[in-house]
């Protein structure tokens, strides 16, 4: 019986690739290379220890701070830059180590929430100018051309999935340009993302659309 360590299934020695996933078990070196964590139960025992420590140490000193700025202050104001610290720690490490998500959805995750942790500063502090006018659209342009040397240089299936986040991310500098259309903001770092994005989106479609079509047909079994 062959095995995918990332599904954690027996599948049957005639299959090569992983039903659920995908992935490609037809060798041993293709099955280790996929190996994300020492196959352990002490190892993950200890391993989940320390994520639940970590979690619920970040939990408790967040309601400490909160309970001492009330009690000084009678109001919450500066915690909330504690709130939202804590709410990114948890959603950028606790979860991924938590539930093993791969290294690409961790990428495309972490982006989606700086940009929203910007966001929420450039709202917090009224400093608005800096923001989605400025920070969002340039770091929207390296996530893009971030994936695209993934997608290129990687092998092919881990880049693959790359694709996906560089298509997100062509779909959001499309959304941050309309807005500062229309709010009538400084439009070029955003016009300078969009174009970025798309164009490393069809550079990826022209260059590599044999293999993105060959990859689709394995994972979905068109």
């Given amino acids: 019986m062959r095995h995918c360590d990332k599904c954690d299934v027996d599948i049957m020695d005639d299959v090569n690739n ?35 420590f970590a979690f619920w140490a970040s939990i ?18 500066y915690n909330w830059y504690v709130i939202t610290g804590v ?21 495309t995750f972490i982006g989606l929430c700086i940009c929203g942790y ?5 709202l917090f502090t009224n400093s608005f100018g ?29 880049g693959f999935d790359f694709v996906v986040c560089l298509l997100i991310f062509s779909i959001l500098s499309i959304a941050v340009f309309m807005y500062n259309i229309l709010s009538g903001g400084l439009m070029w770092p955003s016009l300078v993302a969009f174009l970025t994005s798309i164009t490393c989106f069809i550079f990826i479609l022209i ?16």
């Avoid at 929207?140 to 092919?156: D, E, H, K, P, Q």
Wanted: charged share 20%; aromatic share 20%.
């Fill in 87 to 107: 709410a990114m720690f948890v959603l950028t490490v606790i979860l991924p180590l938590k539930f093993k998500w791969s290294f690409s959805f961790v990428c």
């Fill in 130 to 158: 800096w923001g989605l006018y400025i920070t969002i659209p340039f770091f929207i342009m390296f996530m893009a051309l971030y994936s695209t040397f993934i997608t290129v240089l990687r092998n092919y299936y881990k």
């Fill in 18 to 52: 992983c039903p659920l996933c995908g992935r490609d078990i037809s060798t041993k070196d293709s099955v280790e290379s996929f190996l994300c964590y020492p196959d352990n139960k002490i190892w993950q025992s200890k391993r989940n220890t320390l994520i639940n």
């Fill in 207 to 222: 260059f590599r659309f044999k293999s993105v079509k060959k990859q689709l047909e394995k994972n979905f079994f068109i």
């Fill in 118 to 122: 910007i966001l929420f500063l450039e």
């Fill in 60 to 77: 408790i000193g967040m309601l400490i701070s909160i309970f001492v700025e009330w009690l000084i202050f009678k109001q919450i104001r």
